[in-house]
Structure formats: structure tokens, C-alpha cells
């Protein structure tokens, strides 16, 4: 954390933490990705799930992060780049060893600065409804997000809701 050109610590997450980016190919990115795509599939109706497989995620408009805490890794997050200079939060999961610890609220902040500081106007996401979702919900709107219209190729369905933040 000495170096200068480090981030400055938003909080004390960043005092016990790291962010990454990722390029995939570690074992414990792959797994905590299949485990967010395996949850997503046992909490959301058939043909419900837009989570993004690996191959999704290795293309260059979107940008993946990870958090680490030592060499276990705690979170990851990805940002994908839309072609009306708005920004789609993908692929949050916290690993099961870190909930409630503030890794989500750190790669979150993360996240929308990294948004910010391409330029975006807007990060949006789409999730699930349920209680498996409620967590998430709640740290998005705790953070601004607000309900709001489709985007990008969604369609609207009883178990979707599309979340916007303001940049």
C-alpha cells in the first residue's frame, strides 16, 4: 500500500484486502464463476439466467475483477461496456468464506469508479427477485441504485428488475 501510484484505501476493506484484474485463468476465479452461475441456476425460473459463462466474460468490452484476501480469493465482479456509453454491472458474487464482510461494498465502489472514470453516464444491472437476491438488492440500492426501465437486449419478465445508477 506504500507505493504512490496504489489506489488510496477507501475503507478498511482496503486495509485487508486487494483488487485485481482478472484474466480468468485461475482455478479459484473459475470456481467462485461456476459457483455464481450454479446459484443463479437453482434461484432463477428456467431460461431467467443472463449471468455471463467464462466465454462471455473473455471479451474485450468487459473487465473483470477480483478481490483477494491473501491468496484466497473473496469476490469478483465484472464491468461490460455498452455501445451507448453506459456501463452493465455483471457477475457480482462474494465467496461463501466472505459474506458480510464488506467484499461486495468494496468491489462495488470499485466498480463504479472504474465506470466513472471510463466515462460512462450510467451503470445499470439486471437481477433476480426472491430472497437468494434480497443481499444484493439491498447493497445496490444502499448504494443509489435505483428501479428503472429495461436495457440493453433484457426483456422484462415477472422475475427480472433492471437497476440504474446515475454517473
Known sequence: MGNESSPRPLDAEAERSRICEDDLS???????????????????????????????????????????????????????????????????????????????????????????????????LETGSGPAFDPALALYRKRGFVEGEVFADYERSPFNQFLHLPL
Not at 428456467?46 to 468490452?61: I, K, Y
Not at 453506459?86 to 468464506?97: C, I, Q
Not at 462495488?108 to 445499470?124: C, P, Q, T, Y
Open 26 to 124: 485461475s482455478e479459484a476465479t473459475r470456481a467462485l464463476l461456476a459457483l455464481h452461475l450454479a446459484g443463479m441456476h437453482a434461484n432463477s425460473p428456467p431460461g431467467s439466467v443472463f449471468a455471463l459463462d467464462l466465454s462471455r466474460l473473455q471479451v474485450p468490452e468487459v473487465t473483470v475483477w477480483t478481490v483477494w484476501r491473501g491468496t484466497k480469493i473473496a469476490g469478483v465482479g465484472a464491468l461490460k461496456e455498452l455501445a451507448d456509453g453506459t456501463g452493465e454491472l455483471k457477475s457480482m458474487r462474494t465467496h461463501p468464506d466472505h459474506l458480510q464482510t464488506g467484499v461486495a461494498s468494496f468491489l462495488l465502489d470499485h466498480i463504479v469508479n472504474e465506470a466513472k472514470a471510463r466515462g460512462m453516464k450510467r451503470l445499470s
